[in-house]
């Protein structure tokens, strides 16, 4: 069972099937979408801004060289193993990811804190912690905090309630920002964002704020950024840290005053802990809101044929892998989950660049199970190569190269420790070959 249909039965099991939360599920997986953008930098050339969606569902932008930077997808193929089709599940218990939370603490005066997300916020008159619906979120690894009319879950008829969480928004598009900002975005990062009519503002405090009305809906992302302790690293994704409402049932008349109250809870919510400047050991983020530091998992080659593999862990599910010339020069870079045991890929490049190639260079990745690749060749040899990895990241990796930039690859072999074979994959993504 994957995560949306965990997500799915979770709250089907909340509401009884009713008709409003299925719009609740389908606003779950609209906050999930990736907006990893993809950056491929080039010194002493003008930096590109990409979003390319490969099939297979990696987000992809190539390099080439000393050129300038181009999208490199749709990569095809995509990874070699057969999608299997997710069987429906009869109703029965729901699975969940992480043990279940224990509930909200709650003052008596009705302030809530969330110090990992850098909050707190005093409840407003006759509305609660939705403890169900927070839990729920919670085991699915999203740390959101639900309110609703005296902690109720929606329903068909009351769709009245407000989640609240951080999230991390494009550069582009912050609270405050000049809109279409070049400013470079991060690989490996998750983007949130609104929809619907844009308008903007600022709080009391100095806070700016942006505001996405698609009346059912609205949506108020304040500037919040994460602040780390002195002299401590900081993500790369830090300074763009927002804190997000999403509101439902404020369509119509009867919407109005539920707009009235999350006004105010806009203006009111208070910065604590991480999101004030620090005094002392600071508050971390909850897991998995910003990407990991790259990590340089194998090198090789020498002169205009080296190479480096780059791995970092998304701010979601995602890994966000790389191929570099080992001056910095981007060859490729990709967004994956974690293949299953038979899934693989391989991609051709030409080195030093496709215009100018003389030689190539195969590479690809398969799962942990993965020992040594054998690549078959027309008209030469096989070239059998162990796989390289870096405990941390759920993938084994290949490289081969130089191989003559006539070579034409044929299939590409997978085998486990034991010699037993995994996979075997016939098609090559990136370049169909490297000469003219």
Not at 56 to 65: D, I, K, S
Not at 148 to 163: C, E, H, L, W, Y
Request: some cysteine; charged content about 20%; aromatic content about 8%.
């Amino acid at each position: 069972m994957n995560l949306e249909e965990l997500v799915r039965a979770a709250l089907a099991e909340e509401a009884k099937a009713e008709p409003g939360e299925v719009g609740a599920y389908e606003r779950f997986l609209g906050r999930r979408r990736r907006g990893a953008l993809a950056v491929a930098a080039s010194t002493g050339l003008a930096v590109a801004l990409v979003l390319a969606v490969a099939v297979g569902g990696a987000l992809v932008v190539r390099g080439e060289g000393g050129d300038q930077r181009q999208v490199a997808g749709p990569v095809v193929p995509s990874p070699t193993s057969a999608a299997t089709p997710v069987p429906t599940r009869p109703p029965g218990p729901v699975e969940t990811t992480v043990p279940a939370p224990p509930p909200v603490p709650v003052s008596p005066t009705g302030v809530v804190r969330r110090e990992r997300q850098g909050f707190e916020l005093t409840l407003p008159k006759g509305w609660k912690v939705d403890q169900s619906t927070t839990r729920s979120y919670a085991q699915f690894g999203q740390p959101w905090l639900v309110l609703s009319p005296g902690g109720r879950v929606i329903t068909a008829n009351d769709q009245r309630r407000m989640t609240i969480f951080t999230a991390v928004h494009e550069p582009r598009a912050y609270p405050g920002r000049a809109t279409g900002d070049p400013r470079p975005l991060m690989t490996g990062q998750s983007f949130g964002s609104l929809s619907g009519h844009r308008s903007s503002g600022r709080r009391a405090d100095g806070r700016a704020f942006a505001v996405g009305d698609q009346g059912a809906m609205l949506q108020y992302a304040i500037a919040w950024p994460y602040r780390c302790a002195a002299g401590s690293p900081c993500p790369e994704a830090a300074r763009w840290r927002v804190l997000q409402i999403d509101i439902e049932g404020t369509g119509g008349q009867e919407g109005l005053k539920v707009r009235r109250v999350a006004r105010r809870l806009m203006e009111s919510i208070r910065p604590i802990t991480n999101a004030l400047a620090p005094a002392g050991a600071s508050v971390p983020e909850e897991p998995s809101l910003f990407a990991d530091a790259p990590v340089v998992v194998g090198r090789g080659g020498k002169g205009v044929y080296a190479w480096e593999k780059v791995v970092r862990k998304g701010s979601g599910q995602d890994y966000w892998t790389e191929i570099r010339h080992q001056d910095g020069g981007l060859m490729y870079g990709g967004s994956y989950q974690a293949p299953g045991r038979s899934e693989q890929q391989a991609m051709i490049h030409c080195l030093p660049s496709q215009k100018q190639a003389s030689a190539m260079l195969v590479e690809g990745y398969g799962s942990e199970a993965v020992a040594k690749i054998v690549l078959e060749l027309k008209g030469r040899a096989p070239v059998e190569v162990t796989t390289f990895r870096d405990k941390r990241f759920p993938f084994t990796f290949w490289v081969v190269a130089p191989l003559p930039p006539e070579a034409r690859p044929v299939s590409f072999t997978s085998f486990d420790a034991a010699g037993q074979r995994v996979a075997k994959g016939t098609s090559f993504a990136g370049y169909p070959n490297c000469t003219p």
